[in-house]
Structures are given as structure tokens and as C-alpha cells.
């Protein structure tokens, strides 16, 4: 955050605003130049998709974990399709279950909003528990959803070194199912994540 913006960079805003006391929370994602490269097209489409499969999802009943879920298997399938995730013999669904996904997209999907930013309410009494697995333990809630909730969408996909480094380490079974030459091509990318605020009716 410390130095200017290049041509080439993908700039990436997070903002929030307020209205009569209630938050609102939007992010958005766009190169500096105003012109997508194929890799910064094919990130941004995947995350967009992403958003796009939640949204189809969201419905009352419906848990905010199986979204999450869902947000991964789109962000993977954008990197099978750049070539940076090889899936040999698994499945989308079997990479997403393995992790694989929070190496791209460490962060939960998002959060309630209301009158503050990353509102209270996530982890109740009576509803299920943190998930203590990458990605799924930065989730600000894993409730199902209920009419009148009001929370972001805020899918990503990010190249941060120290993941990617312990991800392609020898020790890491992720190794197998990320192609490294194409991995020195999105070094220094930064990240893609796209956020609005939804209500569940």
C-alpha cells in the first residue's frame, strides 16, 4: 500500500459508506490503465463468476459455508482454464474439499452488515461452529441464511507469496495440482475481489 500504481497493476478498492447509521460495504477491482490483460481478464471473470454462483444460492435455509464453497470451485476453475491449477484426477469439488481453494482465496466470503461493518450475529448459540480449516476458519459466519439478512458477497483470488510458497513447497500435496512455471507468471499480481451487500428475502 506504500508505493504508486503502475501501468499493468490491478487496482483494488474497498469501501465502505453510511446511511442513517447503517453501514454499507463494496469493493471493487479494475486495472489501472483501464485495460485487462488475458491473465487479469481471466482472474477477474473467475471472481466474478463466483459472486454470480453465490448470488443463484442464496435463498433462505441455504448455508453461508456451501457458498463459500461454491465461490472456491468458480476461483479454481478460472486457474484450471489459465492453466495455473492442473486437477489431474480430482474433481473441482475434490480440490475445494482438499483446500486448495484457500490458497487463492484465504479469506471468508464475507460477512453480516448492518450497523456496523462486520456486524454481530455469525456464531450464535444454537448454530453451527467456526470451521477450523484454511478459509473456512476466516468465514465471519457459518449460519444458514434467513429472510431479512443482510450481508456481503465478497469473493477474491489473490497470488500472496508466502501462501503460494508453502502451497508448491515439497512437503505440500497442493504441489501436484499447481503448474509452477505458470505460477512465476502471476507472481506480483496482487488480487481480484469483488463485494456487494445482499438481502435474503
Not at 61 to 90: F, I
Not at 127 to 154: D, F, H, N, W, Y
Not at 166 to 195: M, P, Q
Amino acid at each position: 500500500n506504500d508505493r504508486l500504481l503502475q501501468d499493468g497493476d490491478m487496482c483494488l478498492f474497498d469501501m465502505g459508506a453510511e446511511y442513517c447509521c447503517y453501514g454499507s460495504d463494496v469493493t471493487c477491482s479494475f486495472p489501472a490503465n483501464g485495460k485487462f490483460t488475458e491473465k487479469q481478464r481471466g482472474v477477474y471473470q473467475g471472481v466474478l463468476n463466483a459472486q454470480v454462483a453465490v448470488y443463484d444460492m442464496l435463498r433462505p435455509g441455504v448455508s453461508y459455508v456451501e457458498c463459500h464453497r461454491a465461490a472456491e470451485k468458480e476461483v479454481l476453475r478460472a486457474l484450471v482454464d489459465l492453466s495455473l491449477v492442473v486437477p489431474g484426477d480430482k474433481s473441482l469439488e475434490e480440490l475445494v474439499e482438499m483446500r486448495l481453494g484457500a490458497v487463492f482465496m484465504p479469506h471468508g466470503l464475507g460477512h453480516l452488515i448492518g450497523i456496523d461493518t462486520h456486524d454481530v450475529g455469525g456464531y450464535l448459540p444454537g448454530c453451527p461452529e467456526r470451521i477450523i480449516q484454511p478459509g473456512l476458519k476466516s468465514l465471519r459466519m457459518a449460519r444458514k441464511m434467513l429472510e431479512g439478512m443482510t450481508l456481503t458477497v465478497e469473493p477474491g483470488c489473490y497470488f500472496i507469496d508466502h501462501l503460494l510458497d508453502g502451497a508448491t513447497a515439497d512437503s505440500s500435496d497442493f504441489r501436484h495440482y499447481i503448474n509452477a512455471d505458470v505460477l512465476k507468471e502471476f507472481r506480483g499480481f496482487g488480487g481480484v475481489r469483488l463485494e456487494d451487500v445482499v438481502v435474503i428475502t
